[in-house]
């Protein structure tokens, strides 16, 4: 069966510091795959979402990036991040044999 | 582009009270429509689908109807419990099967 794993599970940062959250996935092969943000209270916003390695399509300008270095790890990354970077991200996957999108646990990301 | 309403809530009911939360969708051609639930902290899990016009997809008590006519795919049940109580999203996914649309979520507070 298939499984997503994010980590880590929780990341307090300071203002200015580097991010770098991973994303993977088991359990099945050339998935497409996605980051969402979740502010406090609100609904999701896609941010990249990708259709193979080295594939990254931008849904909003941003302070962040991502990149995908092999078929199933999606990375989440900034140089410096804002106060604004706080939220719940989460990472997704879907195949076109299957309708739906499958979602991770989630990373709770606080900026000080 | 494609985009999905739903009622922002929040909705407060109480235990055994009967759920409808409103959504609504605009999209080319014949997406795929979805319902997600998040329970708190954790990431968004699939509630129910529905691939066509007239089908309806159900699970755990929940059911939601795909109409074309109205463009609506609205969530219902009959009979709440505290357990329930969550953020509920309405989603689409296109056509082509790259693009989901997520509404801004609902949330729903049970009381017993």
């Known amino acids: 069966s298939q499984t997503i794993h994010q980590w880590p599970a929780t990341l307090v940062q300071p203002v200015g510091s580097p991010l770098s959250l991973e994303c993977t996935v088991e359990?099945?092969?050339?998935?497409?795959l996605y980051w969402y943000r979740q502010a406090a209270g609100r609904g999701l916003q896609l941010l990249f979402y990708?259709?193979?390695?080295?594939?990254i399509s931008s849904e909003v300008p941003q302070n962040l990036s991502a990149s995908r270095p092999q078929d199933r790890q999606f990375i989440l990354s900034s140089k410096k991040l804002l106060l604004s970077d706080s939220g719940f991200y989460l990472c997704a996957w879907s195949v076109l044999a299957s309708i739906e999108q499958f979602f991770g646990p989630g990373t709770r990301l606080t900026v000080l | 582009g494609d985009s999905v309403t739903q009622m922002e809530g929040p909705v407060t009911l109480s235990e055994e009270a009967f759920l409808t939360i409103n959504c609504t969708y605009t999209a080319t051609g014949y997406p795929s429509l979805f319902w997600y639930v998040q329970y708190p902290g954790e990431g968004l899990q699939l509630l129910l689908k529905a691939t066509k016009a007239d089908d309806k997809g159900s699970n755990k008590g929940f059911e939601a109807t795909y109409r074309k006519e109205t463009t609506s795919f609205h969530l219902e049940k009959g009979s709440v419990q505290v357990s329930d109580s969550a953020v509920y999203f309405c989603?689409?996914?296109?056509?082509?099967?790259?693009?989901?649309?997520f509404g801004p979520g609902t949330r729903l507070s049970v009381l017993p």
């Open positions: 990708s259709v193979g390695i080295g594939q």
């Open positions: 359990g099945t092969s050339n998935p497409n």
């Open positions: 989603a689409l996914r296109d056509n082509y099967g790259q693009n989901f649309v």
